[in-house]
């Protein structure tokens, strides 16, 4: 009984641990899709700007390098 009593106990603070750094983890993806999210927001709205629909009519080889980016 001691030996399971002695097991648990140094146990539980590694648990803790592997607990924690997995909150940290989880916390930290969530903050990265909402980056991602946010980016995309931002090139869906310049890809729907009146420029690229004047652009997306002309041929390619008259597309200057900024619209083609």
Not at 9 to 33: A, F, N
Not at 39 to 62: D, G, I, T, Y
């Amino acid at each position: 009984m001691e030996l399971a009593v002695a097991a648990l106990g140094s146990l539980l603070p590694k648990l803790g641990t592997l607990l924690s750094d997995e909150y940290k983890l989880q916390k930290g993806v969530r903050g990265e899709i909402r980056f991602l999210q946010a980016e995309m927001e931002s090139m869906q709205a310049a890809l729907n700007r009146v420029e690229f629909n004047k652009v997306s009519k002309l041929p390619a080889h008259q597309v200057d390098e900024l619209n083609k980016i």
